[in-house]
Nanobody, 117 residues
Framework: VQLQASGGGLVQTGGSLRLSCAASGSAFSINVMSWYRQTPGKQRELVAS???????NYSDSAKGRFTIHRETFKNTIHLQMDSLKPEDTAVYYC????????????WGQGTQVTVSS
């Protein structure tokens, strides 16, 4: 399974960006796709996740500003990010975790999001 992320860029405070992530290859049908982000010197943190059944979870920082969406019957997700703040600046990574034993997990290459003040 390979994950291809796209959509990062530079935006001013209050602006919007939309990230996309498409998985290619055969992923187990029961899975969770997520967006994580990481800044230098910090651990990677979960931003939002969505299961194949469209159960959604957001971090506290993403609630009310970000919306994760999953295309039906596809391992493709989008993250609509509105009201962006400088503290949202990070490299955003797409993740797919299969509900298998053992768990299989895949990461995309990361896409830079920079919010200028």
């Amino acid at each position: 399974v390979q994950l291809q992320a796209s959509g990062g860029g530079l935006v001013q405070t209050g602006g919007s960006l939309r990230l996309s992530c498409a998985a290619s290859g055969s992923a187990f049908s029961i899975n969770v796709m997520s967006w994580y982000r990481q800044t230098p010197g910090k651990q990677r943190e979960l931003v939002a996740s969505i299961t194949n059944g469209h159960n959604i979870n957001y971090s506290d920082s993403a609630k009310g500003r970000f919306t994760i969406h999953r295309e039906t019957f596809k391992n493709t997700i989008h993250l609509q990010m509105d009201s962006l703040k400088p503290e949202d600046t990070a490299v955003y990574y797409c993740n797919l975790r299969e509900s298998t034993t053992p768990v299989n997990e895949y990461w995309g290459q990361g896409t830079q999001v920079t919010v200028s003040s």
